[in-house]
């Protein structure tokens, strides 16, 4: 059983950046993918990056790709999200999710609750 929580959300302006943080519970958290979605009101869940257990390999969303950055720290059982440049677009409800990988959620077994971006005009 792995848990997840999110936390970084916030209120930023348009260009501004944010670190989101997940961070996982049990020694197995460390073997998992980690892939980070988000979803605006009356939206699907979208995928946005992922990364492997090592997070030697990483891929990302067309929409976010070159502007955020996916990394991890197993030493603190933690997964980050690098956001740079922020659009007001990018605003949602942003998740973390463990499992196998991949960009769908199908991939992911475990989930935080998620934490809210909201980035201003």
Request: contains cysteine; proline residues 2%.
């Amino acid at each position: 059983q792995v848990q997840l929580v999110e936390s970084g959300g916030g209120l930023v302006q348009d260009g501004g950046s944010l670190r989101l943080s997940c961070v996982g519970s049990g020694r197995t958290f460390r073997n998992y993918a980690v892939g980070w979605f988000r979803q605006a009101p009356g939206m699907e869940r979208e995928f946005v990056a992922a990364g492997t257990w090592n997070a030697r390999i990483t891929y990302y969303g067309d929409s976010v790709k070159g502007r955020f950055t996916i990394s991890r720290d197993n030493a603190k059982n933690t997964v980050y999200l690098q956001m740079n440049n922020l659009k007001p677009e990018d605003t949602a409800v942003y998740y973390c999710g463990a499992g196998t990988g991949g960009r769908t959620q199908r991939g992911y077994e475990y989930w935080g609750q998620g934490t809210q971006v909201i980035v201003s005009s």
